[in-house]
């Protein structure tokens, strides 16, 4: 049954609406392939006009040439009734009915955090994506985006450059990058995480795809943030569909009268959890990290002029020389002091001479 899936799924030009009256009508995707064409003009001439894709199609590909031609691709395929099909994925209406991917899927038994946001993006919107999807890599998740310019695609560079994995839901085939600059991106993704897609290989980015491919990068997630949207973003369609789904939607707030804001501020208005900071949002989606973490820290022994430096370098981080001076310690002294803090993992040099807390 397996091949007619793929068969059933691999027909271009048409939709999971399409899919699904072809299913209503026909029951399985064997029964497609084995109906006459006198059953499908049936359709077509009540007005399913797009049913002619499916007699070319056939015409033109069995159940096993599909299979073969994706096989040489090096893609891999799993239809919804088929062992390992993701688990989140199953209880939504609109599920897909097959998935390819290169790669791999997102883990079951691991938490799945959506970082999603504007393409067009500010340095400060960026520089949130990136720690949030760091954090999140370091609590023990991985993060799913859709490979995009902007908070997307810094989202997925951050989780994979801090050794993590990260997944990307496409709105065209696995096969297709884009954009097309990319590249370097879709191939880290391929090998430290999957590239996923509903749509068979060879289909190119469309418009129409993108709040298509959404629905899915919610499905996948566990949680889903959203960075910065403007009023009418493709971000909002993905915490839509997110809230539709059951999953918790979270937001990083802005200034009022910033476009880019204005996305993130309705959606906390109408009840989407607040983005105080990085480490308050992933204390509150892996518990069990929080607890972990006070573990750790009370596991560590500092010494008293340690203790004095870490209370002094704060959240939001400190250059060396406001160290000294906040401190009183000689500049040597101050230097051992941050050498061993940051040995011990509980500051990081985020730029040359200045620190900021880890933990």
């Known amino acids: 049954m397996e091949l007619y899936w793929e068969w059933f799924c691999s027909i271009p030009g048409i939709y999971r609406t399409q899919r699904e009256i072809l299913l209503h009508c026909f029951h399985t995707p064997k029964d497609i392939w084995e109906a006459s064409e006198k059953e499908l003009f049936f359709l077509r001439d009540r007005g399913c006009r797009w049913i002619q894709k499916v007699i070319e199609y056939k015409k033109r590909f069995s159940p096993e040439d599909v299979a073969h031609m ?33 790669g791999a899927l997102p883990p079951e038994k691991v938490r799945s955090v959506a970082i999603v946001g504007a393409r067009m993006c500010t340095p400060g919107g960026r520089a949130m994506a990136e720690a949030l999807a760091r954090e999140v890599i370091r609590a023990g998740g991985v993060v799913v985006s859709g490979a995009a310019y902007g908070i997307d695609g810094a989202a997925q560079w951050a989780a994979l450059e801090e050794g993590g994995a990260s997944y990307a839901v496409l709105g065209c085939g696995v096969d297709v990058c884009y954009p097309a600059s990319h590249r370097l991106l879709y191939a880290r993704l391929k090998k430290e995480g999957g590239l996923i897609s509903e749509f068979p290989a ?18 996948l997630a566990d949680v ?15 915490a839509e569909f997110a809230l539709d789904q059951g999953r918790q939607v979270y937001a990083v707030p802005g200034r009022p009268d910033d476009d880019l804001s204005y996305g993130c501020n309705e959606l906390i208005s109408q009840g989407a959890g607040l983005i105080q900071s990085v480490e308050t949002f992933v204390d509150a989606v892996f518990p069990d990290h929080k607890k972990q973490k006070r573990k750790e820290s009370a596991n560590i022994t500092l010494a008293p002029t340690e203790k004095l430096v870490y209370s002094r370098v704060g959240l939001h981080g400190k250059s060396l020389w406001e160290l000294e001076e906040n401190t009183t310690l000689s500049l040597s002294d101050l230097c051992d002091c941050l050498l061993s803090l940051e040995m011990k993992g509980l500051i990081k040099e985020t730029e040359q001479n200045f620190y900021v807390k880890v933990k």
């Open 202 to 219: 060879g289909t190119k980015a469309m418009p129409t795809h993108f709040p298509m491919r959404n629905r899915i990068i919610s499905g």
């Open 70 to 102: 994706r096989r040489e691709q090096g893609i891999n395929f799993i239809s919804l009734e088929q062992e390992g099909y993701p688990e989140r994925l199953k209880p939504l209406r609109d599920r897909p009915y097959g998935l390819y991917f290169s």
């Open 224 to 238: 889903v943030v959203v960075v910065e949207a403007r009023k009418k973003s493709g971000s909002l369609i993905t």
